[in-house]
């Protein structure tokens, strides 16, 4: 099928493939898979500029139908999540503008895929890492694995004195934030955490959840289950107006994106039934190769010049 | 005995929706996206602006009329089982 607005022709059955596998993982994980979907789409020949705005359109439509499964299911920190959504707007606006400068030096395509690679390797490197020191905890330190349906208060992490030492840092204005189980914490550390997250997903297209989620547990201190949620809750709002913002430069072909989506509304609603039957480490454990296959996509994709 | 009954019938469940769910998209794809194209195309060349809103516009309904689709789906198979 043509796609006439970013000039490619790719198979819809390839589309509704992808959105379905990125929507299982979106459920699961709570982050809109761009690490997936967008190599995906520059592996069939879709120019960057176009995968970061397309995949922005995409994770939209997504994560209403994971949001909304999330909340139901007690998943989201709505206070959190409206906070978090006024740093995501400002960093996305910083991304698209970055992509806005590359477009101009005509160099779009190799800075995001190298930026994209590096990035990806990052995130499963040291998640892997992170979950193996919590798998070495002594057992008496963890929290006892959840049974279907029940959610666990607190999550086990080797590295949880960092969310604290980050509590303790009492720069005025603070919040509570009860939902989470966070007693205080400074605005500005929310808003920074946000404020990173969006620039990664105006720069790399998608929620860039595989940074804010695991900033939002790590940093902040919020259970993966809550992180996972209220990551959705708030992707829509931010990767709405990335949409606006991508669409208005030109960067946002839509039919792949409804194409993308309609694989991806039933992925998500398997993903988010998923996560009531693992518990955080294993949920962690089991996102850490997802990182590495799109990394592996996006380098046989620049160092073949080969389209799938 | 009972439980392992129990996760058949869901997977059986899940899998009548997927097929059902995948009539209606196929319908959808072909009657709806096809026709989309040209339009949307002059719309990004002409008027970037309007182009911007009707194409968050669209995923927003898609995803809120997919939504539907699979719970409403979902909900008549429970019934069926019963």
Same mark, same amino acid.
Do not use: C
């Given at each position: ?9 790719? !198979? ?15 459920? *699961? ?5 761009? *690490? ?5 789409? *520059? ?5 960057? $500029? ?12 997504? !994560? ?15 206070? @959190? ?8 707007? @400002?960093?996305? %606006? ?12 005509? $160099?779009?395509? %190799?800075?995001?895929?190298?930026? *994209? ?6 995130? !499963?490197?040291?998640?892997?890492? %992170? ?14 694995? =959840? ?23 009492? @720069? ?50 919020? =259970? ?9 809750? %708030? ?38 039934? @998923? ?34 | ?82």
């Amino acid at each position: 099928m043509d796609f006439l607005i970013s000039g490619t022709h790719i !198979s819809p059955v390839y589309l509704m493939v992808v959105g379905f596998l990125v929507g299982i993982l979106g459920g *699961f994980f709570g982050v809109g898979g761009s *690490f997936l979907a967008g190599p995906a789409l *520059f592996a069939v020949g879709v120019p960057m $500029n176009f995968v970061v705005g397309t995949d922005l359109a995409h994770i939209v439509g997504k !994560s209403i139908v994971a949001a909304k499964r999330h909340r139901i299911l007690g998943n989201v920190d709505i206070k @959190l999540g409206l906070i978090m959504v006024v740093g995501t707007i @400002l960093g996305v %606006e910083t991304g698209a503008q970055i992509i806005q400068q590359l477009k101009r030096h005509r $160099n779009v395509d %190799e800075v995001v895929a190298i930026a *994209f690679v590096i990035v990806l390797l990052g995130i !499963s490197a040291f998640i892997a890492w %992170e979950s193996w020191q919590t798998s070495k905890m002594p057992k008496a330190k963890r929290p006892a694995r =959840p049974r279907a349906g029940r959610k666990p208060k607190q999550d086990a992490s080797a590295i949880a004195y960092v969310a604290k030492y980050v509590h303790r840092l009492h @720069l005025p204005p603070t919040v509570s934030l009860p939902h989470s189980g966070i007693e205080r914490i400074s605005l500005w550390t929310i808003l920074l955490v946000a404020y990173v997250g969006g620039v990664f997903s105006g720069f790399m297209g998608g929620g860039a959840g595989y940074v804010r989620m695991p900033a939002m547990v790590y940093l902040l201190g919020v =259970p993966t289950h809550v992180a996972v949620g209220t990551d959705l809750f %708030e992707v829509v709002i931010s990767a709405g107006y990335g949409t606006l913002t991508h669409a208005l430069k030109g960067n946002v072909d839509i039919l792949i994106a409804l194409v993308m989506h309609t694989g991806a509304a039933i992925g998500a609603q398997i993903g988010a039934m @998923l996560t009531q039957y693992f518990h955080g480490t294993r949920i962690r454990m089991a996102f850490v190769p997802l990182p590495l296959l799109g990394a592996a996509l996006i380098v046989y994709s620049l160092i073949t010049g080969h389209r799938l | 005995m009972a439980r392992r009954s129990k996760e058949t019938a869901s997977i059986g469940s899940f899998l009548v929706e997927l097929v059902t769910y995948a009539v209606f998209v196929f319908a959808y794809f072909f009657l709806v996206l096809n026709f989309l194209g040209h339009w949307l195309k002059h719309l990004f060349d002409q008027q970037r602006t309007l182009y911007a809103v009707v194409a968050l516009a669209l995923i927003v309904v898609q995803g809120i009329a997919l939504e539907m689709l699979t719970t409403a789906l979902w909900k008549l198979i429970r019934r069926w089982e019963k």
